[in-house]
C-alpha cells in the first residue's frame, strides 16, 4: 500500500508524489494525473503525457534538457 501526505503549498492543497509514486503510476513531472470515480465508489487513475496537449511541448522540453550542449557548439 502506498501512503501520500496531503500538504497546504501557498493558498493551494496538494498530494506530494513521491518516487515510488511517480514509478508505479508511471508520471513524470509535466504530465496528467486524472482520478475518475468507479462504480464501486473507488477511484481509477489514469496518466497523460503532458506533451500530449501541447505539440510543442517535447521539443521544448528537449531543448531545455540539451541547452548547455547547444551552447558549447555555439561559443
Keep these: 500500500m502506498i501512503e501520500l501526505k496531503v500538504e497546504r503549498i501557498g493558498d493551494r492543497v496538494a498530494v506530494v508524489l ?40 517535447r521539443g521544448r522540453a528537449f531543448l531545455r534538457r540539451y541547452n548547455r550542449t547547444f551552447e558549447r557548439f555555439e561559443g
Design 18 to 57: 513521491d518516487d515510488e509514486v511517480l514509478k508505479a503510476l508511471h508520471l513524470s513531472v509535466g504530465d496528467t494525473l486524472q482520478l475518475a470515480p468507479t462504480a464501486d465508489g473507488s477511484l481509477q487513475a489514469t496518466a497523460r503525457e503532458g506533451w500530449i496537449d501541447d505539440p510543442h511541448a
